[in-house]
């Protein structure tokens, strides 16, 4: 069963949307620019915190992008 939930997050001009799969943990970070990253194991309440946040792309920066393993989907 797919358990994609598109996230509400701060006006970014870095990223243009995001979604996350409390299923598998996997969340995906889709940008302006084009491009989209998924990470894998991300814990519900670093989703929670980015939802959050009053920057999405300063917050991506600092706590998603280096801190769990990211493939490329586009």
Do not use: C, W
Request: proline residues 3%; hydrophobic residues 30%.
């Amino acid at each position: 069963m797919d358990n994609n939930t598109t996230l509400l997050i701060s006006p970014s001009s870095a990223i243009a949307s995001a979604e996350y799969n409390s299923n598998t943990e996997k969340l995906t970070v889709n940008f302006h620019r084009g491009g989209s990253y998924s990470y894998d194991s991300v814990p519900q309440n670093i989703v929670e915190d980015l939802e959050a946040s009053d920057s999405a792309g300063e917050f991506y920066q600092s706590n998603i992008r280096g801190q769990f393993q990211a493939e490329n989907v586009g």
